[in-house]
């Protein structure tokens, strides 16, 4: 089955490698140019994407756990699992994205910012805050109990409500990653979001439905902010909404615990 630049299909299997080999540095086939033409209908694929990131975190944890090691330190190996399997990108585009939109006067200028490989106080302060509060939380949440359940669902529902905001917001620039992925229908944002509660709601529960929840209430904060700002999304801007649904889906359930 051969995607074409034109396939507008709402699914097909493929999509899961490809969202893989965009949201991950994992080491997986290289697929043609013509798959990557379904970049925005395959976003009902990112949860998928979590599934597996949250699972590297969750046996980073318990192998921590294993050695005897404390909950702090399996938190901080979780959070380092997390990373090299990303390559950091949300962490980099939470970085830009402070630097950016309180850095600048204008719109272009904060994009230019965004673009600049140099990082600031505004973005060291919010890799700071957000590693933090994660490494923080997920902690309190191995102690609780939640060494596999909390960054499962922290993973998961995230890269669903990244989907969201990529459907939500128009792109704010004319190149760049998010514009070359393209912008979703409401269609594959909806159907990430719904697969991600399917898959997490065995292991979490009714507290799903409520860090969902938690989670959408400073996205939509955060979208209309980078509307104003910069007039829509960027990868930096998505980067940084993942961030902020990761850290509110913790703190639900560290808050629920």
Known sequence: ??????DTALIRPRDALVVLLLLTRLPLPAQP???FGRQAQAVWAFPLAGVLIGLIAGAAGAL??????????AAALMLAAQ????GAMHED???DSA?????????????????????????????????A????????????????AAPFAAAVLSRAMLAVLMAALPHARRDGLAHGVGRPGAAPALIALLLALLVVLPVSGSGALIAALAAAVPLIG???????RIGGQSGDILGAGQQIAEIAVLLALLALS
């Open 1 to 6: 089955m051969t995607a074409r630049p034109n």
């Open 33 to 35: 140019d013509a798959a």
């Open 64 to 73: 921590a756990l294993g050695l005897g090691l404390p909950a702090p330190v």
């Open 83 to 86: 990373i090299m399997v990303t």
């Open 93 to 95: 585009g939470l970085a």
């Open 99 to 131: 630097d950016g939109l309180w850095g600048g006067q204008t719109a272009e200028r904060r994009l230019a910012i965004m673009r600049d490989s140099h990082i600031g106080s505004y973005g060291v302060l919010a890799l700071i805050l957000a590693l």
């Open 133 to 148: 509060l994660r490494g923080i939380a997920l902690s309190a949440l191995i102690a609780a109990g939640q060494v596999w």
């Open 222 to 228: 955060f979208g209309l902010l980078a509307r104003a």
